[in-house]
């Protein structure tokens, strides 16, 4: 709760003008029962029209006011939930944007969905709750006991022997429901990842004729989900029955005590129309108290959650050159003996922290000169992406040095580090936009450097046939665009920036080797000054590299050029024959 709070507090003049707005209507709709009742039994007996006209309108003005506050609280009240929810929303996806690779992996994709989704909702609905039913159903039970008290004492307390009974209730339900709201959201961060699975993967689904499997699978985990929120809304629904029960048990003694006091003239009948209609507001505050209660069970689940990732810390902080480590040599890029492996950081939140991990990297060194460039080789899990995740400081390593420039990476400012670079990742994205912008993607680039970076990435040819050239609208995820085509696209982003670093991950194996071979020789003479690190499962793409670096499970067992390698290195040696046999 202390996060809506703190969100509230953004808009703390506009929520408090909400709830004296809410106040005050609440306060006018009390008087209106008393109005009611002063017309019974004073006006309408002196048997004169004007009178009654006159307190008549003044009962309906009085309403006329009442609503209109209402209304007006209302508009204030669910306009200043939406800013709190778009506010926490923009929060939750800027610190999204900044978590480290360790943490974005402990969260998890469909969780962070979910928290930015379901969670953002339910927050929203407590903020909207808070202003409104916070100040109408405490004022309607306790204004209406204290109106009801001044009319007839021995009535109200009919109800007032209850209420300790129905608060406590409320508040002991209420206690159950946050675990049981908490268990809920984590049920629907699995419904997430496994529609999110199959949406991403529904190709496939389709090609195995598998439909049927993952129907059954996405039934399994939607009704745990489903018993998840069943048990938890039953617990909280709990109080209502009872309450209705005591309730109308009240009623009916209001009515039976209050008709007698009547006829003995104890009590004039206005008094007792008033009466119950207090006695529907007293119901009504009671009523909303549990509404509070429920909708806050819900709400404090979700903030907390939300709070888990906007309150992070960051891991990932900035050394001052005392605190870093010093290169061993002044090449531009260098690794000295690193360690790495995912999830054993203090930072982990998976529930592995303290297993025994394998490591990702083992005795990693390596340097490349400014302007020089080095390839990576190997199978698939070798490690040879994570190098690329430590280089870029998505992760730090676990022991050991990463260097760029003679300086250690971890005393770069993040987007000082990253804008060295143009990368294309293994599994690169393509927004839903026009060509241009994905290449582009919001920097600064001259017209000159796009059409360059186009001709290089040797996706010219395939913009020019289409009929709106760079203005031609990508469809989600690239869907509208082949393999090939989607990685010339990103080759093109990553060099239109001209980076002091390119790192090109695993980025032709859709292209044939006609064009993966003109798109290295225009890179090599157009880019000469990019450091280049290559990732690649064919020999051929790296085999002019200055440098070579084969990988098996996370340890270096070759470096050297393609020449040394073919000597001194079995493993690389086997591969090139096996792939340059393929292509003859």
């Known amino acids: 709760m202390k996060l809506i709070f703190r969100y509230m507090g953004r808009y703390k003049s506009f929520v408090f003008i909400a709830m004296v707005m809410k106040l005050a209507g609440t306060v006018v709709e009390l008087m209106l029962p008393t109005i009611f009742e002063h017309i019974i039994d004073n006006v309408v007996p002196e048997g004169k029209l004007v009178p009654v006209l006159l307190w008549g309108l003044g009962m309906f003005l009085t309403a006329i006011l009442c609503r209109e506050l209402n209304v007006r609280a209302n508009r204030r009240a669910i306009n200043n939930a939406h800013h709190v929810s778009y506010d926490v929303r923009q929060d939750l996806f800027r610190k999204t944007e900044n978590l480290s690779g360790a943490q974005f992996d402990a969260?998890?994709?469909?969780?962070?969905?979910?928290?930015?989704?379901?969670?953002?909702?339910?927050?929203?609905?407590?903020?909207?709750?808070?202003?409104?039913?916070?100040?109408?159903?405490?004022?309607?039970?306790?204004?209406?006991?204290?109106?009801?008290?001044?009319?007839?004492?021995?009535?109200?307390?009919?109800?007032?022997?209850?209420?300790?009974?129905?608060?406590?209730?409320?508040?002991?339900?209420?206690?159950?429901?946050?675990?049981?709201?908490?268990r809920v959201q984590r049920k629907l961060d699995v419904v997430v990842r496994v529609m999110r699975e199959n949406i991403t993967g529904i190709r496939v689904v389709k090609a195995l004729s598998k439909s049927d499997y993952e129907t059954r699978r996405f039934a399994r985990v939607n009704e745990e989900m489903t018993k998840s929120d069943i048990t938890a809304t039953t617990v909280m629904a709990i109080p209502g029955p009872f309450m209705q029960m005591c309730l109308n048990t009240a009623l009916a003694?209001?009515?039976?005590?209050?008709?007698?006091?009547?006829?003995?003239?104890?009590?004039?009948?206005?008094?007792?129309?008033?009466?119950?209609?207090?006695?529907?507001?007293?119901?009504?505050?009671?009523?909303?108290?549990?509404?509070?209660?429920?909708?806050?069970?819900r709400a404090s689940a979700s903030a907390n959650r939300i709070a888990a990732v906007i309150d992070a810390d960051t891991d990932l902080t900035v050394l001052t050159g005392d605190e870093a480590k010093k290169p061993a040599g002044d090449e531009f890029i260098r690794f000295e003996n690193v360690d790495f492996s995912y999830g054993e950081d203090s930072h982990d939140t998976s529930g592995f922290v303290g297993e025994t991990r394998a490591k990702a990297l083992s005795g990693i060194s390596f340097a490349v000169?400014?302007?020089?460039?080095?390839?990576?080789?190997?199978?698939?899990?070798?490690?040879?992406?994570?190098?690329?995740?430590?280089?870029?400081?998505?992760?730090?390593?676990?022991?050991?040095?990463?260097?760029?420039?003679?300086?250690?990476?971890?005393?770069?400012?993040?987007?000082?580090?990253?804008?060295?670079?143009?990368?294309?990742f293994q599994n690169d994205m393509v927004f839903q936009d026009t060509l241009r912008e994905n290449i582009t993607f919001g920097r600064k680039v001259s017209e000159e450097d796009v059409l360059a970076a186009v001709r290089d990435a040797q996706?010219?040819?395939?913009?020019?046939?289409?009929?709106?050239?760079?203005?031609?609208e990508a469809a989600i995820k690239g869907a509208n665009l082949s393999g090939g085509q989607k990685q010339r696209v990103f080759v093109a982003r990553a060099l239109a920036g001209r980076p002091e670093i390119l790192v090109l991950d695993d980025s032709s194996s859709a292209l044939d080797y006609k064009t993966d071979a003109a798109m290295r020789r225009a890179i090599a003479e157009n880019h000469g000054d990019s450091t280049i690190i290559m990732i690649a499962q064919r020999v051929s793409s790296v085999m002019n590299m200055t440098q070579i670096m084969v990988l098996d499970n996370g340890k270096c067992i070759g470096l050297g050029t393609h020449e040394e390698l073919m000597k001194t290195c079995r493993p690389y040696r086997e591969t090139f024959e096996a792939q340059m046999g393929e292509i003859e």
Do not use: W
């Open 253 to 297: 003694l209001v009515v039976i005590i209050g008709a007698r006091r009547v006829n003995a003239g104890q009590m004039e009948p206005g008094v007792i129309l008033a009466f119950l209609t207090y006695f529907n507001m007293i119901t009504m505050g009671i009523m909303g108290l549990s509404r509070i209660f429920m909708t806050m069970s």
């Open 459 to 472: 996706a010219a040819e395939f913009v020019a046939g289409l009929p709106d050239g760079l203005e031609h």
């Open 369 to 424: 000169k400014r302007g020089e460039s080095l390839g990576i080789i190997g199978p698939t899990g070798c490690g040879k992406t994570t190098i690329i995740n430590l280089l870029m400081r998505f992760y730090d390593a676990t022991s050991g040095g990463v260097f760029v420039d003679g300086r250690d990476v971890r005393t770069y400012d993040k987007d000082e580090l990253r804008r060295r670079f143009g990368t294309v």
């Open 107 to 182: 969260f998890g994709l469909p969780s962070i969905i979910s928290r930015m989704t379901s969670d953002s909702y339910n927050v929203q609905s407590a903020v909207q709750q808070l202003q409104l039913m916070c100040i109408r159903a405490p004022m309607m039970l306790v204004g209406g006991i204290f109106v009801a008290m001044l009319m007839d004492l021995h009535l109200t307390l009919i109800m007032v022997i209850m209420l300790p009974l129905l608060l406590a209730i409320i508040l002991g339900v209420s206690a159950k429901g946050l675990p049981l709201y908490a």
